[in-house]
């Protein structure tokens, strides 16, 4: 079986991933807070991580990994936003216009990533849906002197667990006193206490409670829907083996963006270990990299972003940016540039160009993942390693290797297919004279975008006979190729991988029509 390495925040090395049972990988990823389109930002660590998925299914078997992301359906932007509506003039209350928000942007979430090739996870609850393990959740902690209650506010005491506080981040709680430029609410008995649960209005979105009507804090939201989805729910149906049951509570990968780590996911560890008196919570915590823009993070707040339904409404397809994302890796920030989409979009025309002649069903693997080269996977399992397994990618292009192309798309969410059909199109409008490059081929400025495109045919015929005569040992079917196209004035020029088709001056295309 393939080791994957996975670089763990907890430990700041890269490890091999072992999960605790094999047959049942788990994994949890903070989802978006649903009051607004996704930027492109949001869709980074949806891209990461849905190759990691794919991976691990790869590896372990589709039916042996559970991928859980959550949708943040309560909290104060959404609130906001619903504010700003009736403010307007929007009809409904509050309540309304906020769960009408939370119910369009989901459904546009999932639209904008699915365009991105991203599979839906198994599980995508909503913090809505969990209020009373949340509630359950709080009365534990107060009950194991972790949290405490004060004017309607549930408060996680950081002092309570202050020793493992900070770790996953590499801070201590006292550093973060120091740092700390917040107010302080007058009832938090540390600063850095923070907040599990706050009253709501009676018009803001609220549940009764032992505290009042209120409303959950962020953290505590991950840290109850984890625990159902990948604990408890697997324990009552008896689905959890003897070694998940002898690590309780704990499952294998929490990921997220690493804007996330401090304090988001800091406070879901102090939560979700405290309320279960253990020390570990997920075991490897993977964190991707910031989407940039001119050298600051992409995000809302300050204003720098644009949506992935602008991209897309521009005309730039979901492929183009998910081929961007993978270039980099998820542990290194990138910046969304337009030369690099149009590098994207002119590999992508090329790979429909060669996954697009006849014969690429016959050479497509059955079996999804069934050709997959062990240099292009040993890659990916080297913590996903996307830039080099694009690089295979890009070699199995230009020697036009057909079933290990389709088979190494097919594991980084590319359907085969849908480039085909989609990127054939942008084919004579977007490479124009390049056309060949990557099957070696060199067309001149003044050739016609048409016999362009032939070109790339005879190019790859070319090296498709020439593969089947160095099997065969016969190459007169090569020969006779040949000799039409040095008839038609083009020169062959042979590398061990490629083929260049060169016009020389007397090219003569129409010599080539009844090839
Ligand atoms: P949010 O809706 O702000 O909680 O973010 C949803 C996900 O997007 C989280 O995993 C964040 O870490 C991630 N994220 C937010 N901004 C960026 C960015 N500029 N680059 C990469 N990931 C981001
Ligand atoms: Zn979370």
């Known amino acids: 079986m393939t080791t994957i390495k996975l670089h763990n925040t907890k430990s700041r090395t890269k490890e091999d991933f072992v999960p605790i049972d094999p047959e049942n990988v788990r994994m949890y990823v903070c989802g978006p807070t649903v009051y607004d389109r996704a930027h492109l930002g949001n869709a980074r660590p949806v891209v990461v991580f849905d190759v990691l998925y794919r991976l691990l299914r790869h590896v372990f078997g589709a039916e042996h990994v559970k991928y859980v992301r959550n949708f943040t359906d309560v909290d104060d932007k959404i609130n906001a936003t619903a504010q700003t509506r009736k403010e307007a003039g929007a009809a409904g209350t509050l309540e309304e ?25 198994n599980h995508m609850p909503r913090a809505t849906q969990y209020i009373a393990q949340m509630i359950a959740m709080n009365e534990d902690l107060i009950a194991k002197g972790h ?36 107010e302080v609410a007058p009832y938090k008995k540390n600063p850095m206490d923070f907040v599990l649960w706050k009253p709501s209005t009676d018009e803001q979105p609220g549940w009764d409670s032992p505290w009042g009507r209120g409303r959950p804090g962020w953290h505590i939201e991950c840290s109850a829907m984890a625990e159902d989805l990948l604990w408890k729910q697997p324990l009552e149906r008896g689905l959890l083996s003897e070694a998940a049951l002898a690590k309780p509570h704990t499952f294998d990968i929490h990921g997220g963006g690493n804007d996330l780590m401090f304090p988001h996911h800091e406070n879901e560890i102090a939560q979700s270990c405290c309320a279960h008196g253990d020390d570990t919570f997920a075991n490897y915590w993977l964190h991707n990299e910031m989407l940039q823009v001119e050298g ?104 036009a290797q057909i079933s290990e192309l389709a088979a190494a798309l097919e594991i980084l969410g590319f359907a085969p297919e849908r480039i085909v059909e989609k990127f054939q199109q942008f084919h004579m409008t977007t490479l124009g004279s390049n056309i060949g490059a990557n099957v070696g ?33 016969n190459f007169s079917e090569l020969d006779d190729f040949k000799s039409v196209l040095v008839n038609a004035g083009l020169e062959v020029r042979m590398s061990r991988d490629s083929v260049e088709l060169v016009p020389a001056s007397d090219f003569d295309s129409s010599k080539l029509e009844n090839i």
């Open 97 to 121: 216009l906020v769960r009408e928000r939370t119910e369009e942007t989901i459904d546009w979430y999932l639209k904008d990533m699915g365009a991105l090739g991203a599979m839906e996870p």
């Open 441 to 473: 081929l060199e067309v001149s400025d003044n050739v016609s975008e048409r016999i362009a495109e032939t070109l790339v045919e005879l190019a790859l015929r070319f090296q498709e006979l020439r593969s089947d005569a160095m099997q065969t040992k």
């Open 296 to 399: 600051k993070k992409m995000s809302k707040s300050l204003g720098n972003f644009f949506t992935v339904r602008d991209l897309l409404d521009q005309g730039v397809p979901g492929e183009v940016i998910r081929f961007v994302f993978l270039q980099t890796h998820y542990r290194k920030p990138m910046d969304w540039t337009e030369k690099k989409a149009k590098e994207a979009r002119q590999t992508l025309t090329k790979i429909a160009q060669v996954l697009g002649r006849p014969g690429l069903e016959k050479n497509r693997p059955n079996q999804s993942f069934g050709e997959l080269p062990q240099e292009f996977l040993s890659a990916l399992a080297d913590d996903l390693n996307t830039p080099l397994a694009i690089t295979h990618v890009r070699k199995y292009l230009k020697n």
């Open 147 to 182: 949290a405490y209650a004060a004017e309607g506010h549930v408060l996680f005491a950081v002092d309570s667990w202050k020793e493992h506080y900070g770790k996953l981040s590499g801070r201590s709680v006292d550093d973060m006193i120091a740092g700390a430029r917040v």
